[in-house]
């Protein structure tokens, strides 16, 4: 005679299936869930103007331009990078849905300060005067328009996420899983 051993396990699968069913659902309309990693990447954008530093590596933006920084001086303004009239940094945006979290501008200078580059050539005219009228060198310059060749702008990317932004979208993403199976989210 031959001695059989037979183990038999039971489990209730009813809480997993539960919870599993909780986690579809939560995922059926992500909108929530890319709403807060929208906010991740916006608040990466503030810091990049506050420390005038690249979101993804931290590194420093390149300084102003001597000249242009002169020339700014002379208007009066000696505040932020980037943010002469505070057009590019008041109008970054935030888009989420199901499924998609962005944050960008439409701003048609931002491109050039994000990947850098070199401007067209184009004409500069006076917009209310007859003229254009400078100094330079103790020489004075009139002319009713002048050719610009157009300029070498260098990289300041303010829009990207870094290291830290995505060890938050990480935890961000766990967090929403977590509450969606523990039932906290609906």
């Known amino acids: 005679m031959i ?6 396990v039971n489990l209730d699968t009813s809480e997993a299936k539960a919870a599993l069913d909780r986690l579809n659902h939560a995922m059926r309309d992500t909108t929530p869930l890319m709403m807060e990693l929208a906010q991740i990447m916006s608040e990466s954008t503030d810091r990049a103007f506050e420390n005038e530093a ?5 590194a420093k933006w390149p300084k102003l331009n001597p000249d242009y920084k002169a020339r700014l ?4 303004y000696t505040g932020s990078m980037l943010q002469r009239d505070g057009t590019l940094k008041t109008n970054i945006h935030q888009e989420y849905g199901h499924g998609y979290a962005r944050v960008g501008t439409n701003v048609t200078y931002a491109a050039i300060h994000q990947f850098g580059g070199i401007t067209r050539a184009h ?3 006076p917009k209310d005067k007859k003229a254009l009228a400078w100094r330079k060198g103790g020489k004075s310059y009139v002319r009713r328009a002048v050719f610009h060749p157009g300029s070498e702008i260098p990289r ?5 996420v ?3 932004d995505k060890q938050d979208m ?4 766990a967090a929403y899983a977590r509450e969606a199976l523990m039932g906290k989210r609906r």
């Open 3 to 8: 001695a059989m051993l037979k183990i038999e």
């Open 54 to 58: 690249d979101p993804v590596t931290g």
């Open 73 to 76: 001086a002379e208007t009066g």
């Open 123 to 125: 004409w500069i005219r």
């Open 156 to 160: 300041r990317r303010f829009l990207g």
């Open 162 to 164: 870094g290291p830290q």
């Open 170 to 173: 990480e935890e961000t993403i």
